[in-house]
């Protein structure tokens, strides 16, 4: 079983800045993708931003140079550094990782979100 534990989400005016972090712990064989999806009220859950194993990297169009995605392998850690924050970027964010477990199966796992809030 793997766990993802998200910190660093919480309230911010309109301009600002935060960084999400996320751990993985748990049966972990390998790591493949990782990164972070959002959901806002009334809407579906979207992409925000993935980097593979190697190190590239994509981002929704919304968020393109304004957020930057990283990860530490050594660490198991996915970061999101999110700049000039807008009120269109509100919702609960969803840390992702996709990893081969020890027995060889490709699964999907997912943190229990944490929520971002604009407002002046």
């Known amino acids: 079983q793997v766990q993802l534990v998200e910190s660093g989400g919480g309230l911010v005016q309109p301009g600002g800045s935060l960084r999400l972090s996320c751990a993985a712990s748990?049966?972990?064989?390998?790591?493949?993708?990782m990164g972070w999806y959002r959901q806002a009220p009334g809407k579906q859950r979207e992409l925000v931003a993935v980097?593979?194993?190697?190190?590239?990297?994509n981002y929704a169009d919304s968020v393109k140079g304004r957020f930057t995605l990283s990860r530490d392998n050594a660490k198991n850690m996915v970061y999101l550094r999110m700049n000039s924050l807008k009120p269109e970027d509100m919702a609960v964010y969803y840390c992702?990782?996709?990893?081969?477990?020890?027995?060889?199966?490709?699964?999907?796992?997912w943190g229990q979100g944490t929520l971002v809030t604009i407002s002046s």
């Open positions: 748990g049966s972990i064989f390998s790591m493949n993708a």
């Open positions: 992702y990782l996709n990893h081969l477990t020890w027995s060889g199966d490709v699964l999907d796992a």
């Open positions: 980097i593979t194993s190697g190190g590239n990297t």
